[in-house]
């Protein structure tokens, strides 16, 4: 089924997110919409993390989408996953590049949220909302940022890249045009996520996932919670970790590449 979006977009805000969550907190979102921020000056990631975005450089949108008011949080938990996948296609598309040569370019996913190039971050996706009462839809926000150019920062454990550098054949890279199409290609995925659930796109995020097999390191407050060898997600959008007491699953925390070594 098509969404029917709600374009909207403004010359700056402080966080596209907390502006379609007031909406929510205020009882008047009444349909999908997708808000587009040409500048974020509070801009918000994952635990708190700041993504600022001026105009030109980045592409930052937030889009509201209702899910069945049937629906639980435990449902949701591969749903950054599936709009990590759901962007990287979307960059695929825009560039005319396939699968192949994107991976061959570096393209990838990292655990839970952020879109990598050549282990350095492109983008990242911002996951929240919830119920107001049994009989509401379950409204989630969805915030997207995505490098246009490469800003001279690190953001958390990874350096930054950009779209820029993912465009060998130098093609015109349109912030309007991109910024549409991961919106349609957005209700398309949620539309699937919300009959299907996460299982019908485990085999495809594990097939990008960058640090497949890798030693990783899970924080949580900045103090080491686990690590193990990655061994991808579950059905459920957890990520699989073979530690030395056997395989653990993780709902939550920031991955790390690790040095550590244990006896297999």
């Known amino acids: ?57 980045s592409l930052t949108f937030s889009i509201a989408y209702p899910f069945p008011k049937s629906f639980t949080m435990m449902q949701l938990q591969g749903l950054s996953l599936v709009c990590g996948l759901c962007i990287l ?19 990838g996913l990292k655990w839970p949220n952020d879109i990598l190039l050549n282990h350095r971050k492109l983008g990242g996706v911002l996951v929240e909302g919830g119920q107001k009462s049994p009989h509401d839809p379950l ?52 539309d699937l996520f919300s009959k299907e659930s996460f299982s019908n796109f485990q085999d495809e995020w594990n097939h990008w996932d960058v640090w497949h097999n890798q030693m990783l390191s899970v924080h949580q407050e900045k103090q080491e919670i686990i690590s193990g060898v990655s061994m991808g997600v579950n059905t459920e959008g957890y990520l699989l970790l073979n530690t030395p007491l056997g395989i653990k699953e993780v709902a939550a925390g920031d991955l790390s590449l690790s040095q550590a070594k244990y006896a297999s």
């Open 1 to 57: 089924m098509t969404i029917s979006w709600r374009y909207e977009t403004i010359p700056t805000t402080e966080s596209s997110n907390s502006d379609l969550l007031h909406r929510w907190h205020e009882h008047t979102l009444v349909e999908p919409v997708s808000l587009l921020a040409l500048e974020q000056t509070a801009g918000r990631g994952r635990r708190g993390k700041t993504w600022i975005s001026q105009a030109e450089d």
């Open 89 to 107: 296609k979307s960059i695929l598309q825009l560039l005319n590049l396939s699968e192949s040569t994107g991976k061959h370019l570096g393209l």
């Open 139 to 190: 409204w989630m926000i969805i915030g997207i940022g995505l490098n246009l150019k490469s800003p001279p920062i690190t953001m958390g454990h990874l350096e930054a890249t950009s779209i820029a550098e993912l465009n060998p054949g130098d093609h015109t890279i349109d912030a309007q045009s991109l910024y549409r199409l991961i919106t349609v290609n957005m209700g398309d995925t949620l």
